[in-house]
């Protein structure tokens, strides 16, 4: 009889052991099944927030350029075409928008060249830049926000 009871009492510590091992290895199994989901989800966010990224750039350059015709094609005699007036004031408030949206999607160091180029866009435009030609006064503040870009876009 103390045999079978010794038998029995194995057995029944067999079987909790065995019912511990299970839970364990379910709960290992789930625990590395959330940090996967959590790596997935991290993920998707990084590359939904560059896609983000991505076209408020191109929102900007597209803004620059359209502010860089404007400045092209600005009549001589100043206030002489409000056509061209109320076209230029429209794509420069559209610059300023994609330029602090451009702003709040992307690095710091990002931040001043866009501005700037912003700025170096407005003075062209408005002719506020001297005898300098329109080309000369933007190239540097051009290269330098297209190089600050593409150093955001690389950073992960």
């Given at each position: 009889m103390a045999m079978e009871v010794w038998a029995s009492i194995f057995s029944l510590a067999g079987v909790a052991l065995g019912g511990a091992l299970t839970a364990?290895?379910?709960?290992?199994?789930?625990?590395?099944?959330e940090r996967l989901e959590e790596r997935r989800q991290a993920a998707a966010t990084s590359e939904a927030r560059r896609a983000e990224q991505m076209q408020a750039i191109k929102d900007f350059i597209a803004c620059a350029q359209d502010a860089e015709r404007a400045a092209y094609s600005r009549p001589e005699a100043w206030g002489d075409d409000?056509?061209?007036?109320?076209?230029a004031s429209g794509v420069m408030t559209r610059l300023w928008i994609a330029e602090r949206h451009l702003v709040l999607l992307s690095d710091a160091d990002l931040h001043a060249p866009v501005h700037t180029f912003g700025r170096a866009?407005?003075?062209a435009v408005w002719r506020e830049t001297g005898d300098v030609e329109v080309n000369e006064h933007l190239e540097e503040h051009k290269?330098?926000?297209?190089?600050?870009?593409?150093a955001s876009l690389a950073s992960p």
């Open positions: 364990l290895s379910q709960r290992a199994t789930q625990r590395s099944a409000e056509d061209w007036n109320s076209t866009l407005n003075q290269i330098a926000s297209m190089a600050a870009a593409r």
